[in-house]
C-alpha cells in the first residue's frame, strides 16, 4: 500500500485516502495501532469530524482547516531524534498499514456474494 509521504524540516505528513474507503474506522484504527506500538507523536486527522465544544461547533475536528480534503497523518519530531528513531517509526507505520490493507482485503472477499463470484465464470 504506497501513500505520498511528504517531509519537511518540522513534521512529515501523509495523506490516508486508501484507508477512507468505507468509513473512518480505519484511519482512527491506525492511529490506535500507532498508539499502542509506542509510536508517540502521531497524529491521525480522520476526514470531516464535526464536534461540538460547550455549545460551539468545529467542523472538520483536529484538522488545520474546516474542510481538509483528505484524512491525513502527520507526526510530531522532536530535538535529538535520530535516524534510527525515524526508520523504527517507519517500520512500525508500514506494519501497520499492510495490517490494515490484509484487513480490508479480507472484508472485501468476504462482502463477495456466491452469485457476483460464480458471474465470471462459463459453463462448458
Known amino acids: 500500500m504506497k501513500s505520498c509521504l511528504m517531509l519537511s524540516l518540522c513534521t512529515p505528513a501523509m495523506s ?3 484507508l477512507q474507503t468505507h468509513s473512518n474506522a480505519a484511519v482512527t484504527q491506525l492511529g490506535s495501532m500507532l ?9 491521525v486527522v480522520p476526514l470531516g469530524v464535526e464536534q461540538n465544544v460547550s455549545g460551539h461547533t468545529f467542523n472538520g475536528f483536529m484538522s488545520h482547516t474546516d474542510s481538509y480534503p483528505c484524512p491525513y497523518l502527520n507526526a510530531a519530531s522532536a530535538i535529538g531524534i535520530t535516524k534510527e528513531d525515524i526508520t523504527l517509526c ?6 501497520c498499514l499492510k495490517s490494515l490493507s490484509k484487513e480490508d482485503s479480507a472484508e472485501k472477499s468476504e462482502s463477495v456474494s456466491p452469485a457476483e463470484d460464480l458471474k465470471d465464470q462459463t459453463v462448458p
Do not use: C, D, M, P
Request: aromatic content about 6%; overall charge positive.
Open 16 to 18: 490516508l485516502n486508501r
Open 35 to 43: 498508539f499502542t506500538r509506542q509510536v508517540s507523536g502521531a497524529r
Open 90 to 95: 517507519i517500520k512500525r507505520l508500514e506494519k
